[in-house]
């Protein structure tokens, strides 16, 4: 899995110069999930989802917040960890406090420390830094890794996993959680692939005719002003910003082929016989319609790559494109299921394995997407519906025809409604007071985290 990725930045999803062959070539084995959404996308709530099955309102955090000490319900790590698999979690931590609770990984060598001593072991440099370069983490500016390339945490990460499969009990089955911290910034990819996208070019942002311009530089005296919220990039700064992104991701699928080398990734371990999913946490907004980083409703934010390769011998079909709306929620109870392991009740994803093998299974009307104080929405994949719960705002999207989110339709009030009814029916239990069963109310708090979701440390 990467961090912050978005379901549009794969070559097979029709990006006009990022070149991701090797993600491709999951979906081309497999089955790629065209409508995969982050739930609340951002890193917390998303990788509690990710470990539990869990909606966001059900764990309980609904927005960022760190420093949370969570009572997590049995995660897929610590299921497949009671069946008897070995369970390993390389590269970037799964964003939980702390970050050495294992929530049933047996074995993490993670960013932070180990990653940390692995650069003073191994760099030239006197205080070799991740940040060394001088971007920081939410940063749109831009820059080549200033270490050798193989001193990268995308390199450091592979390099773990390769190391755990060697390394691995051959007598038992494993689950290998390999992250990547990339294309989460600091936007800094080795040379030779921020080169690449700055020579190729790269697409513009898209602007909605719903999309207010940002401030300029001379109102950000009250705001990180390289690490904002809202954006209006030009020129140099824009074409390096994306460029380095793509690169970071292309970086990762060069990468990703020497972890799965036929030679030394898990065809030359255990042969025929392994699941491999390629995900990400959420998106990142990239400068379209005036946003950076994440946490919004829009496609750039909550859409996310979604690939899954079976074992050839499955028979199941392959080069498979699924429209179904599907979330993060539904990974645990998909691999459990598939490893004949019994699904918690806690869980409240659905198992894609009736998808993957090419079979038509009723399915979710709708996925409700949130993230505090932000928004709430609903999508199925063809139309999303937006409120605003600060404003009341609505935002309405035909998918199909506006795939970018360029217009807002909420003009046309019959189309609207029926979405209403159905948000209003979604939050009629919640205790924020979202609506008394009749209409939406704006301006109620709405705070990140819920009473049952965690304490503050």
């Known amino acids: 899995m990467t961090d912050q990725q978005r379901g549009d930045c794969l070559s097979a999803d029709g990006h006009p110069v990022l070149l991701t062959p090797n993600m491709d070539s999951l979906g081309f084995q497999g089955t790629r999930f065209r409508r995969a959404y982050s739930t609340c996308p951002v890193c917390i709530p998303a990788r509690r989802s990710l470990l539990s099955g869990q909606f966001p309102r059900t764990h309980g955090l609904v927005g960022y917040q760190d420093g949370l000490a969570w009572d997590a319900p049995t995660t897929l790590p610590a299921a497949l960890a009671a069946a008897g698999y070995e369970t390993a979690l390389v590269g970037r931590s799964m964003h939980q406090w702390p970050a050495r609770q294992r929530h049933g990984y047996q074995t993490m060598v993670i960013h932070g420390a180990d990653y940390d001593e692995f650069l003073r072991r191994n760099s030239p440099l006197e205080n070799p830094q991740w940040?060394?370069?001088?971007?920081?983490?939410?940063?749109?500016?831009?820059?080549p890794w200033h270490l050798d390339e193989s001193l990268h945490m995308t390199n450091w990460t592979v390099d773990e996993a390769l190391r755990f499969l060697r390394r691995r009990d051959p007598t038992c089955p494993f689950f290998l959680t390999v992250s990547f911290i990339a294309p989460h910034p600091p936007l800094q990819p080795p040379a030779f692939y921020l080169d690449r996208y700055l020579r190729t070019g790269v697409p513009d942002p898209v602007v909605g005719d719903w999309a207010g311009a940002p401030p300029g530089p001379a109102d950000y005296t009250h705001a990180d002003y390289v690490a904002p919220l809202h954006v209006r990039l030009e020129g140099e700064a824009l074409r390096s910003c994306r460029a380095a992104y793509y690169g970071l991701i292309n970086h990762v699928d060069d990468q990703i082929r020497r972890l799965l080398s036929p030679d030394g990734g898990p065809a030359a371990v255990v042969g025929d016989n392994t699941l491999i999913v390629f995900t990400s946490d959420h998106g990142e907004m990239l400068g379209d319609h005036y946003r950076w980083r994440k946490g919004l409703a829009y496609e750039p934010s909550a859409r996310v790559p979604l690939l899954i390769r079976p074992p050839?011998?499955?028979?199941?079909?392959?080069?498979?494109?699924?429209?179904?709306?599907?979330?993060?929620?539904?990974?645990?109870?998909?691999?459990?299921?598939?490893?004949?392991?019994?699904?918690?009740?806690?869980?409240?994803?659905?198992?894609?394995?009736?998808?993957?093998?090419?079979?038509?299974?009723?399915?979710?009307?709708?996925?409700?997407?949130?993230?505090?104080?932000?928004?709430?929405?609903?999508?199925?994949?063809?139309?999303?519906?937006?409120?605003?719960?600060?404003?009341?705002?609505?935002?309405?999207?035909d998918l199909r025809d506006d795939p970018q989110e360029l217009r807002n339709l909420t003009g046309y009030p019959d189309r609207v409604a029926p979405w209403r009814a159905r948000l209003v029916r979604e939050l009629r239990e919640r205790s924020e007071g979202f609506t008394d069963g009749r209409q939406l109310i704006a301006g109620r708090p709405y705070p990140a985290l819920l009473p049952h979701g965690g304490r503050p440390c």
Not at 318 to 336: F, K, N, Y
Not at 358 to 375: I, N, T, V
Request: with cysteine; charged share 20%; hydrophobic share 35%.
């Open 131 to 143: 940040f060394g370069g001088g971007v920081l983490h939410n940063d749109w500016t831009a820059r």
């Open 312 to 397: 050839r011998r499955s028979g199941w079909p392959r080069g498979q494109v699924v429209d179904q709306p599907v979330c993060l929620e539904d990974l645990m109870p998909t691999l459990l299921d598939l490893a004949g392991v019994p699904i918690p009740t806690t869980v409240e994803g659905r198992s894609l394995a009736p998808l993957l093998r090419g079979e038509q299974p009723a399915w979710r009307d709708y996925l409700h997407l949130e993230c505090a104080p932000q928004f709430h929405a609903l999508t199925d994949g063809r139309e999303k519906y937006v409120w605003l719960p600060t404003t009341g705002e609505e935002q309405f999207f």
